[in-house]
């Protein structure tokens, strides 16, 4: 199954709190469709990552473009597929 790990960096801190909310509800529908493994913020507040399974790293890019922090413009995204080459995402 792939992997595909989405970084998220933000623009000018940390998202308001109606984006930061309309993102937790965006992250609660992958988990709820099985797709998302991890996610969560860095220790430094500059951004966060989730690891999602189960898609192409272009169907993950279609959906974060569409996501409420990208659509506000309050972070931008990168995308990739990763390898995992020890242990698994329950």
Same mark, same amino acid.
Do not use: C
């Given at each position: 199954?792939?992997?595909? /790990? /989405?970084?998220?960096? *933000? /623009? &000018? %801190?940390?998202?308001?709190?109606?984006?930061? %909310?309309?993102?937790? @509800? *965006?992250? @609660? #529908?992958? !988990?709820?469709?099985?797709?998302?493994?991890?996610?969560?913020? *860095?220790t430094d507040g500059v951004g966060g990552m989730a690891?999602?399974?189960?898609? $192409?790293?272009?169907?993950?890019?279609? !959906?974060?473009? &569409? $996501?409420?922090?990208? #659509?506000? %413009?309050?972070?931008? /995204?990168?995308? #990739? @597929?990763?390898?995992?080459?020890?242990?698994?995402?329950?």
């Open positions: 199954m792939a992997h595909v /790990v /989405v970084t998220l960096t *933000f /623009v &000018d %801190g940390p998202p308001t709190p109606d984006v930061a %909310g309309a993102q937790k @509800e *965006f992250l @609660e #529908r992958l !988990r709820a469709d099985g797709l998302l493994g991890l996610t969560g913020g *860095f690891v999602l399974r189960g898609l $192409s790293p272009d169907e993950v890019a279609t !959906r974060y473009r &569409d $996501s409420p922090i990208v #659509r506000a %413009g309050q972070a931008t /995204v990168a995308v #990739r @597929e990763w390898n995992i080459q020890i242990g698994a995402i329950a």
